[in-house]
C-alpha cells in the first residue's frame, strides 16, 4: 500500500542530545514537509523540500535541521540548539503544483525530553 | 497577518445536528486552494474536502460540505447529521497559487453529545 512511514512513534532526548525522525513515502511524490504540533495547537511549518538536494524553511527552523538525498525520504534531525523539542512531529507529502492535490500525512512521532 | 484564521477554538453539537465550522484566509493570489482536515486524538491527519478558488459550486463529500464564498474570503466547513465519531480537531488549510506551501489554521476542536 501507498502511503507515508514515520519513526519511532515515541522518542526520548537527553538534553544536549541530537535525535533524528524517519520519514519514507512511496507515493513518488515530489514535495515533503515537517510540521511541529504543541498541544492543543496548530501545525507550524519546519521545512519543506520541493526536490531531491534541496530544500526550504519554514517558519520555525531554528534548531532542527534536513536533508533530502532520496526522493522517497527526508529526514528531520533536532538538535541540542533546539530547546523546547517536546511535541508532535508530523511529516507530509504531495504531488507538486496546484490544484485538488492534497498534503498526506504519516502518522507523527511523539517526542519527549527527559 | 494570518493566511488562516479559524475563531472557534472549540465546539459543541448535540449528535444528529449539523454544525458549521469557521474559516477565514488572507491571500491576493487569484489562484488557490481550500482544504479541511480532521485529526483525532490518535493524532493522524485525515483529509476531508477541497475547494479551488475557480470552482463555482461549494465542494461536498458525503456529510461534509464547504461553504465557500469568495468575496468574503471564507470556506467554512459544514457537517451534517453529526456523529460521536465526528469529535476532533478539525484544520483549514490553503495552498496558494503554484507553490507547493500549505498554510495552516489553528484548528477548532469539536466535541460532540450524545
Known amino acids: 500500500d501507498g502511503g507515508i512511514t514515520q519513526s519511532p512513534k515515541y522518542l526520548f532526548r537527553k538534553e544536549g542530545q541530537n535525535v533524528t525522525l524517519s520519514c519514507e513515502q512511496n507515493?513518488?511524490?515530489?514535495?515533503m514537509y515537517w510540521y511541529r504540533q504543541d498541544p492543543g495547537q496548530g501545525l507550524r511549518l519546519i521545512y519543506y523540500?520541493?526536490?531531491?538536494?534541496?530544500?526550504q524553511k519554514g517558519d520555525i527552523a531554528e534548531g532542527y535541521s534536513v536533508s533530502r538525498e532520496k526522493k522517497e525520504s527526508f529526514p528531520l534531525t533536532v538538535t541540542s540548539a533546539q530547546k523546547n523539542p517536546t511535541a508532535f512531529y508530523l511529516c507530509a507529502s504531495s504531488i507538486m503544483g496546484q490544484g485538488v492535490e492534497t498534503q498526506y500525512f504519516g502518522p507523527g512521532t511523539r517526542l519527549l525530553v527527559l | 497577518a494570518q493566511k488562516i484564521t479559524q475563531t472557534q477554538p472549540g465546539m459543541f453539537v448535540q449528535e444528529k445536528e449539523a454544525v458549521t465550522l469557521d474559516c477565514t484566509y488572507d491571500?491576493?493570489?487569484?489562484?488557490?486552494?481550500l482544504f479541511w482536515y480532521k485529526q483525532p486524538s490518535s493524532g493522524e491527519m485525515i483529509f476531508l474536502i477541497y475547494?479551488?478558488?475557480?470552482?463555482?459550486q461549494n465542494a461536498t463529500e458525503g456529510r461534509y460540505s464547504l461553504n465557500f464564498q469568495k468575496a468574503r474570503k471564507s470556506a467554512n466547513l459544514v457537517i451534517s447529521a453529526s456523529q460521536l465519531g465526528d469529535s476532533a480537531m478539525y484544520f483549514c488549510?490553503?495552498?496558494?497559487?503554484?507553490?507547493?506551501?500549505?498554510?495552516f489554521g489553528s484548528g477548532t476542536k469539536l466535541n460532540v453529545k450524545p
Open positions: 491571500t491576493s493570489d487569484q489562484s488557490y486552494g
Open positions: 475547494q479551488g478558488s475557480y470552482d463555482e
Open positions: 488549510a490553503m495552498r496558494e497559487g503554484n507553490f507547493n506551501k500549505f498554510y
Open positions: 523540500s520541493q526536490i531531491v538536494n534541496d530544500f
Open positions: 507515493l513518488n511524490h515530489d514535495a
